[in-house]
């Protein structure tokens, strides 16, 4: 009787245990960094990482793991995660070390990276706290630390925390990632690069901005002994795990200007501890960054990444010896992904304007065309103007027409050729007026003729709205 | 504290844990019993702690004189003073307010001129449960039917006994008060059943009360942007909120003291399958009802009086169950409707059933079933003033009810999501369901039939259940609604 009441408790709690853990997947946040940590624990799997990036979205989106393994034969993973905190590197570095033996640990520190957290950026957190152990004593520490008693069920149970979305989630394929709009970003092994720029809007408010000198500042309270503790738990870490530290800063145009003190103070106490301090905002000059090589006032896009990450590059080169791995079977495996992204959007010309601004429909003006080349494709960036926004948003389809020259019309696609049409086209919803479009072209067209711009409705097509604008001849001078 | 709070969560395994040591010596067992209930209430405001220290001070020791008493008259003192003192703090703390705002309302509206006050009194949660079961021990005590218990820890832990304390089920002394008296044995069997039957409680409130109450609240509270429809569903809403709300609260209550070897009575019978109201009284709040019925109904002289006498007595009760519930006129209505409907039933009952539906089975089903949608509507329209937040409101949702079947456009705006309305639509079902099989078989006689595996998964789906479907409000937690009566 009581081995069959003990098998029976047991068999329950078994159903119950086993029930729990499979809703903990189904609710498990689908984020940013679950990707990123998801690819992290893949390539582990495969092989050590030498240089391992860690910090917030500036960080994700500044330094390019690819290139930089390009260019210094290493072997390296771009870790970082939205909002994260000094405070908590750590407690994701010690999670790293279980996984792999880095050489390097390059950290990006900022302005916003030092503060106390904020109630949303205690949220953000939870990522860095998901995928530390529950079992871990450094991840209650921060826990305590953070969080209420009251929201620790909420760190630590996903149901629990996410449990609304029982209606949305997927309760068959529970590891499903989440989707990533391939066409607006590229994302490789953590790093996100934007393909978008900056806005008309901030490209005005920020026109001086590169050419601004950084001052002293107010932000002297920002450094505390928090940090200090900080500095000396990595040190222990670095001493014990045998890898080097270099903190870096990367370049933004809002607040550099503001963080004098700020990084003067990063740049003593990592002295202080024999660590290196790579201050990128204070490296415009050699960098020569554009204001179309940001994705808004704190962030490079995909292009700005590529400088930045070049940058990186020499001063790991310069400061570090790490180990060639070139030679390596993973590396050899990334030469098709080094190749892919070099034609994609490294070799290809400078931008160039190609119109002034012109109105397109209604109040809608193209303020701005620019065009590059890369090995197959044109990739078009355009700034629109228009006080419609709100009601115009999402309702258009902005299209680009190539015409080949007389002769030429061999280059055309095969699409194009099968439906009998003279130009290669495409065509990009406008959903944002205040944002950068970026139309990425396939086409094998070189020689051409014209281009042409018009707007048509978001759905069934319904002619050409307002005019189409041309441009040709003399105000066509492309040099791709 | 709350029982569907994470502070119960933690509170309740580490009592159970502590209890499992203590409960085979009487005193250590009733003394810890006792800790942990002024714990559990002090939880919420450890001042009024004292208030209930008191009132168990006053009946312990009222009841001994009541006892004691060689004259009659002395008795019926010694009753007055205990009367008194618990009728008194629950005037004070509950109705003061009340009153004094009638009073003005009065007194302007035949021509005075004074000033709307209120004190700022803050109500204790559940005292109109405890006093109502510390009263029924002197009253008992007085009637002879009990005799006191010498064993003041018994008294103190029967009147702060942590289960039912806030909001009942309202116990007697004669029922409950020898249980402290006993050792108490582990069984399995009741162990299980009551943490069974607390687990369906918990998932009544979180799953079901909870989310109806979201689109309960936003058309109650905001009658004048809804119309006629919205007030059906809202009410109707209502019902099944209210209901699973406060048996899911008697649930836990019954579950866990069953847990600790404790039996509290009933108090609840699927009361929405109800054929009358006078039916619907006695599935609905048990403890209450009863408690009205032995020490208001009987002495103001029950049945045993001229009709008419009965019929007011009948009335006069379920006026004062209105404002047993709440110091404020909508109660007073609500209570009024039960009552008058149960007067015109009781009228209606003296006539002769007609031959058809002797006869007839389908005749006799058919009208059954027309009682039972009659009775529900009445209920409902009753609820209208119950959750109503002003007289006005209730008007207004009442004739919108009757008059206006317009319904909104979007679901979304009744502040619930499409998903989550079906889901409580879904919910509503599976009760009415469920109640009906437990009504008619018996819930723990069909589980008992189940192959224990398929049991144990049902037991896991209803805990996992609560975790996914659960509600969990502001804070993580949310009251129940009949801790503010």
Redesign the interface.
Known sequence: MKAT?GI?VL??LA??IA??LY?EKV?ASKNDFVTTSQQFDKVVKETNIDVILMGSSHMYASINPLLLDKNNKTISFNIGTATMNFDFTTLLLEKVLKKTKPKLVIIELSRGSLPQLSEREKGFHLRLLDYSSDFSRAKFQKVNQYFE??E???VY?Q??RN?ED??TVDYIDIESEKTINAVRRYKFKGYTGARDSIGPELRKKFKDQLSFTPKSDSTKAIFNQMHIDQFKHLKALSEKHNFEVLFITTPDLQSWRYNGYLYTRISEVSESFGFKYLNMSNTQDKIRFSLGEFIDEYHLNLWGGVKATNYLSEYIDQNYSLPDRSSTPYWQNQREAFQDFDEGFVTGGSEQEVMPGQNLYLDIKLNRLGVKKYADKLLFTADFDSILTDTLNAKYRFVIQVFPKKGFEDQLSARTKEIGRSFDTRSVVIEDYNKTQVISFPTRIEAIERLRFLIIDNGPYTGTKGKAIEVKGEALKLDL | MLFNS?DFAIFFPLFLAVYAIVHKKLTLRNAFLLASSYVFYGWWDWRFLFLIIFSSIVDFTMGRQIFKAKTKALKKSFLLISLLVNLGLLAYFKYANFFIDSFINSFNFLGGQLDSFALNIILPVGISFYTFQTLSYSIDIYRQKIEPTKNVLSFFTFVAFFPQLVAGPIERAAHLLPQFDKIYHFD?KSFRSGALLALFGLFKKMVIADRLAILVNQVYNNPADYGGGDYAIATVFFAFQIYCDFSGYSDIAIGISRMIGFDLMKNFKSPYFSKSITEFWRRWHISLSTWFRDYVYIPLGGSRVSPPRMYFNLFAVFVISGLWHGAAVTFIIWGAIHGLVIVIEKRLSKKATPALLKESKAVYHIVGFAKWGITFVIVCLAWIFFRANTMADSFLITKGVLTDFSIQESLATLGL?L??FK?SIVLIVLLVIFDWIHRRYGALKVLKKTP??LR??L???I??SI????IYGN??VSEFIYFQF
């Open positions: 009441l029976r068999v329950f159903i119950l029930g729990f809703l609710f008693p009251k620790y069920l909420g149970s149901v629990y449990h029982w209606a | 994470i399995y999501a998903t989550e889901l224990w595996v144990s998964v037991y896991a789906v805990i996992l975790f996914v479907f659960g804070d993580n």
